[in-house]
């Protein structure tokens, strides 16, 4: 059983910033990429940023230069920081981590519940 829960999401003014934060738990061998992604309002889901076990980094244009990616592998977490907001940032915000468990031996995605992310005056 693995968990991938969200938090962080919130209402902010144009200009103003974010903070989201993701954990993932559970029988896990070993976290490859994680990553958050992105659903506005009658729109697919797009993807917004990367980032490598090794911490290389990977961001969509809309958000490059106002969101950064980190993660730490000792506690299973990644978080997205998200400054200059803007109202087509609005959506929910969901984190995937693709992963191996003890129990299996190839990589699976899983993805979080979601967290919305409102900007807005």
């Known amino acids: 059983q693995v968990h991938v829960v969200e938090s962080g999401g919130g209402l902010v003014q144009p200009g103003g910033s974010l903070r989201l934060s993701c954990a993932v738990s559970?029988?896990?061998?070993?976290?490859?990429?994680m990553g958050w992604y992105r659903q506005a309002p009658g729109k697919q889901r797009e993807w917004v940023a990367r980032?490598?076990?090794?911490?290389?980094?990977n961001y969509a244009d809309s958000v490059k230069g106002r969101f950064t990616i980190s993660r730490d592998n000792a506690k299973s977490t990644v978080s997205l920081q998200m400054n200059s907001l803007k109202p087509e940032d609005t959506a929910v915000y969901y984190c995937?981590?693709?992963?191996?468990?003890?129990?299996?031996?190839?990589?699976?995605?899983?993805w979080g519940q979601g967290t919305q992310v409102t900007v807005s005056s």
């Open positions: 995937k981590a693709t992963l191996v468990m003890v129990v299996t031996s190839f990589p699976v995605d899983y």
């Open positions: 559970g029988s896990i061998f070993s976290i490859y990429n």
């Open positions: 980032i490598t076990k090794s911490s290389t980094t």
